[in-house]
């Protein structure tokens, strides 16, 4: 079993609609929790970092963590064409150590 | 300044040559990473230097080395490559806080290397 499991997808969504990307863990060490937004052919770009269970919102993005369930979500309100990308979960124990990345979901917002 | 930037953006090398890529942030992170993501994959951890120093190294082979001159700057070299190497190489910074998180990297835009 992966540590990490991220839906490749793609997953393709209307402009205006809610998405929804998730992934689990299965490493309970894991503490601190991440979502970045990657652009074809550029580096990743931290979009959320939390490390508490609940939900902490930015502008159009709310990211849940559950940790009792091993399960983190990305949402993301009225989605954009812009918002094209691919989305990768990336979780840590703690400290400037190793970063566990899961594989990402490619997303399209269609106009 | 929030911005890592790495040079060059496009390298094509045979696999006899010797190049190097860059690495520079002004954040004031006192930790860098190397990463190499292949198409469609997650970023690989190559490397981490933490306050200059070689604090990771992922079983990376030879041909790769790093380097880090001082708190700004960070290289790979790189010899005698195989075309299996070919991917985006990233470079990314954070901070370093003991046991606490590192808030997050902060990403490069990454080399795209290709070797024939």
Known sequence: ?111 | DTEVTQTPKHLVMGMTNKKSLKCEQHMGHRAMYWYKQKAKKPPELMFVYSYEKLSINESVPSRFSPECPNSSLLNLHLHALQPEDSALYLCASSQVKGGSPNYGYTFGSGTRLTVV
């Open chain 1, 1 to 111: 079993q992966k540590e990490v499991e991220q839906d490749p997808g793609p997953l393709s969504v209307p402009e205006g609609a809610i998405v929804s990307l998730n992934c689990t863990y299965s490493n309970s060490a894991f503490q601190y929790f991440m979502w970045y937004r990657q652009y074809s052919r550029k580096g990743p770009e931290l979009l959320m970092y939390t490390y508490s269970s609940g939900n902490k919102e930015d502008g159009r993005f709310t990211a849940q963590v559950d940790k009792s369930s091993k399960y983190i979500s990305l949402f993301i309100r009225d989605s954009q064409p812009s918002d094209s990308a691919t989305y990768l979960c990336a979780m840590e124990s703690g400290g400037y150590q190793k970063v566990t990345f899961g594989t990402g979901t490619k997303l399209q917002v269609i106009p």
